[in-house]
Nanobody
Framework: QVQLVESGGGLVQPGGSLRLSCAASGRIFRMNTMGWYRQAPGKQRELVADIKHSENTDYADSVKGRFTISRDNAKNTVYLQMNSLKPEDTAVYYC??????????????????WGQGTQVTVSS
């Protein structure tokens, strides 16, 4: 299948910035949508931002103007630049990707993968 490995989380003061990265590995044929979700304690997982293969993007209203999602298709990597961070951005951030991969020989199959999560804490 396809594995996703996140990096870049940590502790930051309000108003600060962090950059998350998520690299995909495996016998990937095509990456379609890549994105970031987050889950705060006691809350449901929610979409933060995603980016299609066409480079079209979607953002949660709460992060518009502060977060920027981008991707490097040659590296099968997606990034989330987070600026002007607020305490309410504190959550575990999960990388997401879907697409197709070589399941055996020349055969393709679809995949949906999640990263293990990285903690982002915004606090003074």
């Amino acid at each position: 299948q396809v594995q996703l490995v996140e990096s870049g989380g940590g502790l930051v003061q309000p108003g600060g910035s962090l950059r998350l990265s998520c690299a995909a590995s495996g016998r990937i044929f095509r990456m379609n949508t890549m994105g970031w979700y987050r889950q705060a304690p006691g809350k449901q997982r929610e979409l933060v931002a995603d980016i299609k293969h066409s480079e079209n993007t979607d953002y949660a209203d709460s992060v518009k103007g502060r977060f920027t999602i981008s991707r490097d298709n040659a590296k099968n990597t997606v990034y989330l630049q987070m600026n002007s961070l607020k305490p309410e951005d504190t959550a575990v951030y999960y990388c997401y990707a879907d697409g197709s991969y070589y399941s055996g020989g020349i055969y393709l199959d679809e995949f949906t993968s999640w990263g293990q999560g990285t903690q982002v804490t915004v606090s003074s």
